[in-house]
């Protein structure tokens, strides 16, 4: 009997959506009981760089959706550092305050915002803050309550500092949606949305009050509509 290894942090965000960590060879049994039609992998590198994983996509029909964050920074020509005055004070360069930017939640949601996308397996590296920062942000489009949302990111992160605090929280972007029906939109992602009436020119929006003050939800433009 084969064992089922879940990836490490694996759960279920909505139905037919998990999230976790990077997948190694011994998890593939347990994905494949998921019955997988996408991964989307937060990653630096696309999933199919490993031999492994690419086969395990090919003969099981999964694709692989890459939306490169936390890119590594590529070593320089060895030659010219040695080459470089040692005198010369080095300039540290400041670390990112939050991993990742909100155009990553954005591709992400216009990707998930598809029920034909499902099921599907979403991870980082280590499934821990790349994939909550992400999470953290789709849920309000469930209408989580910020408590409720920092208490999940805290499930999978030891702690949440000030910056990635506030990257959950200032996270209301109006996002295009292109090409889709609303019969094909999953149910979990609420239809705030705002719309274009081409033929006349004129906007309309539809936008919900949050403890009195407007416009702290992140919105959904159907060009479709």
Known sequence: MTSLVTPL???IVQFDLYRGSYPREINLP???SLRLKYILSLTPEPLTNDPVMAKFCEDNGIENIHIECCKKKENKDKDKDKDEDKSKPKIKKKKKPVPIEYSVVIECVKFLIDRRHYPCYMHCSNG???TSLVVACLRKFSYWSTVSILNEFLAYNSSINIHERNFIEQFH???EIDNL???DKVPWISLQHVWW???SEI???RSTKINGIPGMLPKLKFNSL
């Open 9 to 11: 942090q694996f759960n």
């Open 30 to 32: 347990f994905l494949r």
């Open 128 to 130: 821990e803050l790349v």
């Open 173 to 175: 972007s109006e996002i």
């Open 181 to 183: 029906d609303l019969k």
């Open 197 to 199: 009436k081409k033929e």
């Open 203 to 205: 906007q309309n929006a």
